[in-house]
Each structure stands twice: as structure tokens, then as C-alpha cells.
Nanobody, 115 residues
Framework: VQLQASGGGLVPAGGSLRLSCAAS????????MGWFRQAPGKQRELVAT???????NYADTVKGRFTISRNNAKNTVYLQMDSLKPEDTAVYYC??????????WGQGTQVTVSS
């Protein structure tokens, strides 16, 4: 079981990035997928989640700027990040969850937004 995140990088304020996270090795359909982030000296926080049916949930700080989506056939979740701000700088982690079985985390990808 592996979650491979990609798409992070350095971008100026106001710019955009698209993160991807591909899940492999799962023998079952993944229920919920999502993105969390952790800035230096801070706790990991929720960014956005999406169910297998497409229902989404966003942190207030990213509503209207970030869009989460997923491709169930490819077991892949995406995070389109627009109008990025310096305070969005963090390591972004993807998460996959199968209820009653377990929670799985990716390795993280660095997003840095310069002012």
C-alpha cells in the first residue's frame, strides 16, 4: 500500500499549483481521500477531503481558492490550488481512508509560496 504525492514546488503569491496523489496496492475501494498540511512549528491541519461519492469538505482558510477532486478508477486525488498565499506554505500530505480498516498517509510534498 502506497500513496505517492507530487506537484509541490515554489510559486509566487497569487500563483497556482496542482497536487496529485496516487494510491497503489489497495485491494479495496478507498472511501475518503484528502489533503492535510503542516507548516513549521504548527500542527498538521485539514485542507480538504472528498468521499468516494464526490462530497467535499474544505478548511475555511482555503475555501474558494482550492479545489479537491478524485479519479476513483485511478485511485488518485488532486488538489488544485489557486490564488496562493505565503501562509499556504507547508508540507502537504495526502490521506486515504477505508472505514473500519485503516488510514494511510503519503510522504508529503513541499509547497512554498513566496511573497
Amino acid at each position: 500500500v502506497q500513496l505517492q504525492a507530487s506537484g509541490g514546488g515554489l510559486v509566487p503569491a497569487g500563483g497556482s499549483l496542482r497536487l496529485s496523489c496516487a494510491a497503489s496496492g489497495f485491494r479495496f475501494r478507498i472511501d475518503d481521500m484528502g489533503w492535510f498540511r503542516q507548516a513549521p512549528g504548527k500542527q498538521r491541519e485539514l485542507v480538504a477531503t472528498i468521499t468516494s461519492g464526490g462530497s467535499t469538505n474544505y478548511a475555511d482558510t482555503v475555501k474558494g481558492r482550492f479545489t479537491i477532486s478524485r479519479n476513483n478508477a485511478k485511485n488518485t486525488v488532486y488538489l488544485q490550488m489557486d490564488s496562493l498565499k505565503p501562509e499556504d506554505t507547508a508540507v502537504y500530505y495526502c490521506k486515504a481512508q477505508k472505514r473500519l480498516i485503516g488510514v494511510y498517509w503519503g510522504q508529503g510534498t513541499q509547497v512554498t509560496v513566496s511573497s
